[in-house]
T-cell receptor, first 110, second 114 residues
Framework: GENVEQHPSTLSVQEGDSAVIKCTYSDSASNYFPWYKQELGKRPQLIID?????GEKKDQRIAVTLNKTAKHFSLHITETQPEDSAVYFC?????????FGKGNQVVVIP | DARVTQTPRHKVTEMGQEVTMRCQPILGHNTVFWYRQTMMQGLELLAY????????DSGMPKDRFSAEMPDATLATLKIQPSEPRDSAVYFCASVRDSQNSPLHFGNGTRLTVT
């Protein structure tokens, strides 16, 4: 089945700087890649997603890039703010299921 | 704003007791997932259903866990007997069509087994 890995596990950034989280996936047939944000004690919520026919997608301060050849995709958060502090999960859809990475803790330092 | 509803939000029980968690998917969503979240393992897929039929429960310990979907508005996850290592947050998620569609998560059931 699909295996998704995230790096780094914890990321600390100064407020206003950019944060980048990278994920790799194993199944070349995977075709849908969502990103979820989970605040402490809350449910994961979708923040952005990308499909395999697109290389990049942007929504205000967040963007996702996809490299199908290398089988990796990344989340970019620009002008980070304290409310961006959370755990971020990447996922890849393949083999009729959504496989999640283990998550990245992002800490934005005011 | 339609939401996946899970009950109970919190459950504390003693080892050996039966635990039942319930999930009401968003109306019209035909695929329902159960995930378990722990610090060590992250989000683990336990089981999922499409059109109420179980498609995969390979992530679930068969000897004590069971998942059912008695109708389109209710999915259940049972643990019998419960053990301390079952302590985790259990999330239900639903999607209209699992092909290239985002999952909508419920608020989870935080289970503590003492």
């Amino acid at each position: 089945g699909e295996n998704v890995e995230q790096h780094p596990s914890t990321l600390s950034v100064q407020e206003g700087d950019s944060a980048v989280i990278k994920c790799t996936y194993s199944d070349s047939a995977s075709n849908y890649f969502p990103w979820y944000k989970q605040e402490l004690g809350k449910r994961p919520q979708l923040i952005i997603d990308i499909r395999s026919n697109v290389g990049e997608k942007k929504d205000q301060r967040i963007a996702v890039t996809l490299n199908k050849t290398a089988k990796h995709f990344s989340l970019h958060i620009t002008e980070t703010q304290p409310e961006d502090s959370a755990v971020y999960f990447c996922a890849a859809y393949g083999n009729n299921r959504l496989a999640f990475g283990k998550g990245n803790q992002v800490v934005v330092i005011p | 704003d339609a939401r996946v509803t899970q009950t109970p939000r919190h459950k504390v029980t003693e080892m050996g007791q039966e635990v039942t968690m319930r999930c009401q998917p968003i109306l019209g969503h035909n695929t329902v997932f159960w995930y378990r979240q722990t610090m060590m393992q992250g989000l683990e897929l336990l089981a999922y259903f499409r059109n109420r039929a179980p498609l995969d429960d390979s992530g679930m310990p068969k000897d004590r866990f069971s998942a059912e979907m008695p109708d389109a508005t209710l999915a259940t996850l049972k643990i019998q007997p419960s053990e301390p290592r079952d302590s985790a947050v259990y999330f239900c998620a639903s999607v209209r069509d699992s092909q290239n569609s985002p999952l909508h998560f419920g608020n989870g059931t935080r289970l503590t087994v003492t």
